[in-house]
């Protein structure tokens, strides 16, 4: 059901996702489903009149949603460094009169020429989002753009960041999500094993002491398999409470028993012991193992303190050289 009065209601309504997802010689699959992206743009809470850009032209699809939004006063532009996607989306908006302004450009450099911007959508993930987004956007402007909350693999996540009067960073929200990474985006190097002859079958540490491969190997015996604490969507919640609370020895594994987050440590006699919760299991070297009470009790302490959701984290921006990193702390 649609919200008549609703901005993006109304935009979903008369921007059919179709007309640019569709099955004809010119289709793209979307990296991001038509539900999804309308509700980031319903978090963005583009006015009308607004002055946007959008980083990641993709189908098209985002770009047009959010003329219809901004309206004969408002102005749109979408940059992407694919010029043949740019060209499939301009050919696209000039047939179905969406007044959008396409740019073929490195999106990590904003658009300085259109700017300033009341909001800006990024359609994927940069390793850190720069400071020139921040500096692009009127005071009291915000973004919305994938982030990484850690070097590890499965660090994702939406940020939607307010910026100040100063066009410094302001407040910011962390939610459950995430973009595909832009290119050359990768974060700061971590110590990976993966299981012979399995390369589906890899551990990640934060901190490169040579412990990834005595870890996997523990964690590949797993004697001890129980239910996860936090099945289904709960276990990104968890993730990222986990990633928030930042623990010694947090690692990411891609097991037979699904992938997870969890902790690792050895001991002075070189003994590996490793647990990860995933989405259906907790999964552990042995039923007595270090490492499985250390995760327990961090898994408590998110139950204890009601579980909360991504969003009802703190979020904090880190500045890193030209550029602002996310991260998330405990309520």
Known sequence: MTDRDNPVDRAAESV?????????GRAVRPCTPAAVTLRHIRMLDVPSGAEVLEIGTGSGYSAALLAHIV????????VD????????AETLYAEH??????????GILGHPPNAPYDRILVGTTPSAPPDAWLRQLRPGGAILTGVRLSALPGAY?????????????GRVTVHHGGYTPMTGSDPAPTAQATAPGR?????????D??????????LRKHPHTEPSPAPGDDYFHLKNWLLATNPGGLLEAALDDGVGIGIGSRTPAGTAHAAVATDRFLVADAPESPALDALRT??????????????????????????????LARP
């Open 157 to 169: 996540a939406i940020a939607h960041i307010t910026v100040g009067d100063d066009r410094g960073p």
């Open 298 to 327: 961090l898994i408590r302490q998110w139950h204890d303190h009601g579980s909360p959701r991504t969003h009802e984290l703190r979020g904090r921006l880190e500045r890193a050289g030209d550029a602002w990193r996310v991260r």
């Open 16 to 24: 059919p996702a179709a007309r640019f997802h569709g099955a004809d």
């Open 199 to 207: 390369p589906d079958v890899v551990l990640t540490t934060l901190t």
């Open 71 to 78: 309206g004969p006063v408002g102005h749109v532009t979408t």
């Open 81 to 88: 460094n694919n010029a043949d996607l740019s060209k499939r």
């Open 209 to 218: 002491d040579g412990s990834a491969e005595a870890l996997l190997t523990a």
């Open 97 to 106: 009169g969406h007044a959008v302004e396409t740019v073929v450009a490195d």
